[in-house]
């Protein structure tokens, strides 16, 4: 029972930690992003195996962890609510052809980092992009101006 509820523990204490350092997706991740996710990882493994290092805890720690995450997604599909706190909503961060700073520098983005998208899609002006959006996965969609 220790192992579940330890699983339990570090699986909310993750979700909050990321929840609180920003969306990105892992096309995104810089250098720096993916040895701290690799760091996280090791030192998590550590908290849900403890001392029992054996193949048994090891399933069962797994299994509590899928099980969560099933259960939390079926409740976001219930509510809307759980759904928004679990998962935010879009934000826009472009609006026609203007940069909300604000926005951007709440997400902790830079122009640059829309540009990007924005080249991707063919685009080369930020005046060329009706709305720019981080969607809920960290994605950044781009809906040019038409012209």
Do not use: H
């Amino acid at each position: 029972m220790d192992a579940v509820l330890r699983a339990a523990a570090i699986y909310i204490a993750l979700l909050i930690l990321f929840k609180l350092a920003g969306r990105r997706s892992l096309a995104q991740l810089t250098t720096f992003d993916f040895v701290l996710l690799l760091i996280i990882g090791e030192a998590t493994q550590q908290a849900l195996l403890g001392e029992d290092f054996s193949v048994t805890n090891a399933v069962l720690v797994i299994m509590t962890l899928i099980a969560i995450d099933v259960g939390a997604s079926l409740l976001k599909r219930r509510s809307e609510r759980i759904a928004y706190l679990l998962d935010g909503s879009p934000t826009i961060v472009v609006e026609n052809g203007v940069a909300l700073e604000e926005r951007l520098a709440k997400a902790r983005l830079r122009l640059d980092d829309i540009m990007e998208s924005a080249r991707e899609n063919g685009l080369e002006r930020v005046e060329q992009i009706k709305f720019a959006i981080i969607e809920r996965n960290g994605k950044i969609s781009i809906i040019p101006r038409e012209q």
